[in-house]
């Protein structure tokens, strides 16, 4: 069997030159790298106390759906604004180039309840800072935050100090 890394393709000055894209796309469409994936990032909560899994639209459903399911634990949905038909709590945050702002139901978390963040990449953090402010707006507890790819030189970890975070692969650069 390939190792995960052999999945994911890379493509080379895209979107801009000197950057290397990370598609998870090829892992997705492979179903032994998608096997291996869920696999992997299942792995990383051997023995972990929680409650509820979240992920970000879109590509933190593929991985975290599967893997609620299987470990038979509700997944909360975190959505682009205006998506989700309930009373909502929301945050706006900066990206690279721009901001954006995410929501969740304000019902689907309740206060005391660990919670285990999944999505399939790392890079500057901000998304993924923006997801701990949501669940901790509603009371919960991060307990971990697991992602398939990290890009290491973007320092997205710095942005989730004091949390337990693991990736399955980490690439040093950008």
């Given at each position: 069997m390939k190792q995960i890394e052999e999945y994911v393709r890379s493509i080379e000055d895209f979107p801009e030159e000197g950057i290397i894209f990370r598609d998870v796309t090829s892992v997705l469409q492979d179903a032994d790298g998608l096997h291996l994936a869920i696999d992997l990032m299942?792995?990383?909560?051997?023995?972990?106390?929680?409650?509820?899994?979240?992920?970000?639209?879109?590509?933190?459903?593929?991985?975290?759906?599967?893997?609620?399911?299987?470990?038979?634990?509700?997944?909360?949905?975190?959505?682009?604004?205006?998506?989700?038909?309930c009373e909502t709590i929301g945050i706006k945050y900066d990206l690279e180039y721009g901001s954006a702002e995410l929501e969740m139901h304000r019902d689907a978390i309740k206060p005391g309840q660990k919670v285990v963040i999944i999505d399939d990449l790392i890079a500057t953090g901000g998304t993924?800072?923006?997801?701990?402010?949501?669940?901790?707006?509603?009371g919960g507890v991060v307990v971990k935050a697991v992602f398939l790819m990290e890009l290491a030189g973007l320092k997205g970890r710095e942005r989730l100090k004091g949390y337990d975070v693991e990736s399955v692969i980490c690439y040093p650069g950008k």
């Open positions: 299942q792995e990383k909560l051997k023995e972990l106390d929680f409650d509820i899994v979240v992920g970000p639209e879109s590509r933190g459903f593929i991985f975290g759906v599967p893997i609620a399911y299987n470990l038979h634990k509700p997944f909360v949905p975190i959505r682009k604004k205006g998506k989700l038909p993924n800072e923006a997801m701990v402010k949501l669940v901790e707006g509603l």
